[in-house]
Structure formats: C-alpha cells, structure tokens
C-alpha cells in the first residue's frame, strides 16, 4: 500500500503527481507533469507579484530564496522564493533538494513532451517554456549544493540585466539567516559558506527550516 506524504495546508489545492505535490511552476503538457521543468510564464508571475514557486500563494512575511553557490557569485538567483512550510515539504521530497539526484538529468526537456517522446505538436510552446536557460550547459552534470536564505519582504528585489529582462531575485541584500539545503561531497564548501556568513554577518547556521 501506498502512502501519500502528509502536505502543507498552503498546498491542499495543489494536485497530486504520484503522491507529491505539483509546484505552481512545474510544467504541465497534454495532462503530464514535467517535474523539473518550469512553465515561464508562471516563474515570470511568481517573481514578478511575490508568489511562492510551490503552492502558488503570495508570499509572506518570512520568505526562503533558494541559492547556489554560482547565484551567491552572480548576486542573483533564478527560483522564485517560497514559504517556510512549502520549503520544508520540498526538501523532503525534491530530489535536487533531498540528495537523491546525483545528477542533473541528462536529456534535455527543451524538445521532449514530458512523458519522454518527441512533442508531436510543432507550434507546441513547450520547447521555449520547459526549460530554464541553463539546463543544457547543466545536463548530465553533477547536482549543484543548495542553501535557503531567509530574508523579510522589505528585502525581496527584482534583478534585471542591462537590457532590462528579468534575471531573478537580487541577492545583493540584506539576509536575516542561511540555512543549508543540499550538500555534495566537496572539500571546503563549509568553510567557504562560513566566509560568506561572515562577509554578510550573519549567525551561524542551522538545518532547521
């Protein structure tokens, strides 16, 4: 018998894929759920009207960014932020975020149908809203390590390049805690997350979310 993890309330209108909770970004084509593909539009309303990325719901007053090591050298970060409690329930059940995933997958969804055959549909808009920009130079490379930073709306900013497009969440900010996420097996990540701490004079960290 199958158990169907307990979700969050903020989640209870969120439909179901194999027990887990659908988040308001994934992609969805032809009534199949691409787990780890991001319908851009909804990303784009998300970060736009402070929507968290999981149940859809705006954003409170505790807000978790979720942030790589490359965001931190960038000063921003593509996800839309979430919820304390949809952040909880993805670490436990993501596998990007739970260390399940190695790897990112190495096919790519920019010109697959989510049930993994070619779209059969060529004005599909799958092929521009699946997949964020960065996954073919991801695909089949190693998972990257994720830390939550924990920050107040006040500080909740829009980044834009030079051509005024929508990059993500600036995190050239003020940040009240950083939790971590994920760890991969690599020497001296902890010392370099302690330096960050102390460069932004943060408290030190906990696994809490």
Known sequence: MTTIPPVPVRCIHRPLSGGLVVPWIAFTHDGH????????????????????????????????LLVRPQDVSTR????????????????????????????????????THPAGRP????????????TPKDHNARSGQPAEDWDAWLINPANYRLKADPQHDLLGLDL??????????????????DEKLDLIRQLLDLPPSSDEV
């Not at 149940?55 to 409170?60: I, V």
């Not at 921003?76 to 596998?95: D, F, I, N, R, T």
């Not at 779209?119 to 699946?130: H, N, S």
């Open 172 to 189: 050239d900010i003020n940040v009240l805690k950083i939790r971590p996420i994920r760890r991969s097996r690599h020497a001296g990540l």
């Open 33 to 64: 759920v691409a787990f780890g593909g991001v319908d851009q539009h909804k990303r784009h309303l998300a970060l736009t009207r402070c929507l968290c990325q999981i149940c859809g719901q705006r954003l409170g007053e505790r807000i978790y």
């Open 76 to 111: 921003w970060a593509s996800e839309p932020g979430v919820h304390p409690e949809c952040l909880g329930y993805a670490k436990q059940h993501c596998p990007m975020l739970n260390g399940q995933a190695s790897h990112y997958r190495r096919s790519p969804l920019l010109a």
């Open 119 to 130: 779209c059969p549909d060529p004005d599909c808009p799958c092929p521009d809203t699946t």
